[in-house]
């Protein structure tokens, strides 16, 4: 008897054969980008994207679906993929995401995600002590630092504002600190929270766009005399733009004195706990009451996999609450087994598969490891660019952000950005390289970030080459 639709797309055979197939098409894609064969990305502007797709859903074959994409994504497995912050995942941290993905346990209540809701416990225990935090710490797995960071202001501000805003709704007056160059989603969390542009303090950067800490008592002392309740104070570690990390040491002293909550954004670099060499970039992150790491970041896991971290643990429990539920009624056992009451989601991925596989099967060695090199590359790239002519460094990296421009002789001031600008677009189309940029003082530069296990430092000198072949055709190009 012929099967019906469903039971054809259900079929476990059918399953097991594609399965097969995609897996080694996979390894195949893997061995050729890990080994910097072809183009990082084959550049299509979105409207022929959009046709192509389009047109595929209409008369494309199944045959050579996960060949068309492959074809059409970009290769961040390529050592010369050097744009965004986000990790290669480590291949068996990939293969997690399909077990979590054909399972789909939702991780709500416990009973619908029983080996994840433990592993994410031990995965997050971990991270607690790896901050320094004592046994009281708890954290939870979340979908990415934007979530994550709204999450921990959330429970800040049910932790230290007078008002029960979360029963009693907002009337205004509430405020936060955060430098000038934190993430644009902490200051997306506020406007949620209702705070406004008066609720969201900017504290202006030093030069390296640290946060200027020695500004925060007379920032804190006009908003108190506004009328304004300061709740929360938000670190960067370190900042998207530059890598710069503000001085987690000063801001968690202030934030004592002052009694804020002091939220700590690692959604980058928080990683670096896990490494003897960089820790101490970290140095006070101990005294942050919540700390984000994103895991797809610096931590080899795929998209998306947060971890959000409470000093207290108490707190985590109190964000979504009516009150403290942290204990079972029926019984005194803490309830960290039911996801959903801490979390923002109500389904989530069971990400936890991902990094718990990966420190079973490595160790925790390998984050470190990870981390260790990047970080020691993004080093000796800077000293390349700092011993070649004609190339400007923001400033000197203090992770594997880095943000430069070309200076060539004779271009006044005021082309350079359009030069730059134009040098990236051409990286960009031609597909050898991939790398991304950021405006910084009024300036246009070309940004790193070595994500990349695989990027050697003779990458960096033939990025460096390509770039400046395609600033002079620029040039030539834009010659009168
Ligand atoms: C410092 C920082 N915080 C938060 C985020 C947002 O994290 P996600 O993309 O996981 O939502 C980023 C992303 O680049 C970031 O760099």
């Given amino acids: 008897m012929e099967k019906t639709l469903l039971e054809n797309a259900y079929d476990p055979q059918h399953f097991r054969e594609a399965g097969c197939r995609l897996v080694h098409r996979l390894a195949d894609h893997l061995s050729a980008a890990q080994g910097g064969f072809g183009k990082v990305l084959e550049y299509r502007e979105p409207r022929e994207a959009l046709a192509f797709w389009e047109e595929y859903l209409r008369n494309g074959t199944n045959d050579s679906f996960a060949g068309d994409v492959l074809e059409r994504i970009t290769r961040v497995h390529h050592p010369k993929y050097m744009g965004h912050q986000v990790a290669p995942p480590l ?31 031990i995965v997050t225990d971990w991270l607690c002590r790896k901050v320094g935090y004592s046994d009281r710490a708890r954290g939870f797995l979340t979908s990415g630092g934007t979530l994550a960071n709204l999450t921990a202001l959330l429970s800040a501000r049910r ?44 504290v202006p950067v030093r ?6 800490t020695s500004l925060l008592p007379q920032m804190y002392r006009d908003a108190t005399s506004r009328g304004l309740e300061v709740f929360a104070l938000v670190g960067s570690a370190p900042c998207t733009a530059t890598g710069t990390h503000d001085d ?34 970290l140095s006070g992150i101990d005294g942050a009451d919540s700390v984000v790491i994103d895991g797809h970041k610096m931590m080899g896991m ?27 009624t029926e019984t005194p056992e803490e309830d960290w087994y039911n996801g959903a009451k801490r979390t923002f989601e109500c389904t989530k991925l ?37 011993g070649r002519e004609r190339w ?17 002789a004779g271009v006044p001031e005021e082309a350079l950005d359009n030069l730059n600008a134009r040098m990236r677009q051409l990286v960009l189309e031609q597909g050898q390289f991939y790398l991304v940029q950021t405006r910084l003082q009024g300036r246009y530069y070309l940004r790193t970030t070595l994500m990349n296990p695989f990027t050697e430092p003779k990458d960096l000198e033939s990025l460096v080459d390509h770039l400046e072949a395609l600033g002079h055709r620029v040039m030539k190009e834009s010659a009168p």
């Fill in 207 to 212: 030069e390296d766009f640290s946060m200027d």
């Fill in 350 to 386: 069971t990400s936890a598969l991902s990094w718990y596989a990966v420190l079973h099967q490595y160790g925790e060695g390998i984050f470190g490891a990870y981390l260790d090199r990047q970080y020691d590359l993004a080093r000796e790239f800077a000293r390349m660019l700092d």
């Fill in 91 to 121: 291949p068996l941290a990939s293969l997690m995401a399909l077990l979590g993905g054909t399972l789909n346990n939702g991780m709500a209540v416990y009973e619908m995600g029983m080996a994840p809701t433990a592993m994410e416990r």
């Fill in 159 to 202: 932790n230290r504002a007078r008002h029960d805003i979360w029963n009693e709704g907002y009337s205004g007056g509430l405020a936060i600190l955060v430098s000038e160059a934190a993430h644009y989603c902490v200051d997306r969390a506020a406007r949620i929270m209702g705070l406004g542009t008066d609720g969201v303090l900017k």
């Fill in 248 to 281: 987690l040491r000063a801001q968690a002293e202030f934030c004592r004195e002052k009694n804020l909550w002091f939220h700590v954004d690692g959604a980058h670099g928080g990683a670096a706990v896990c490494s003897e060499k960089y820790r101490h970039i």
């Fill in 302 to 328: 795929p998209v998306i996999t947060t971890a959000l971290l409470f000093r207290e643990g108490a707190d985590s429990y109190t964000t979504f609450s009516q009150e403290a539920e942290y204990l079972l």
């Fill in 392 to 408: 400007e460094l923001f400033a000197h990296p203090q992770s594997n952000i880095l943000c430069f421009r070309w200076v060539p």
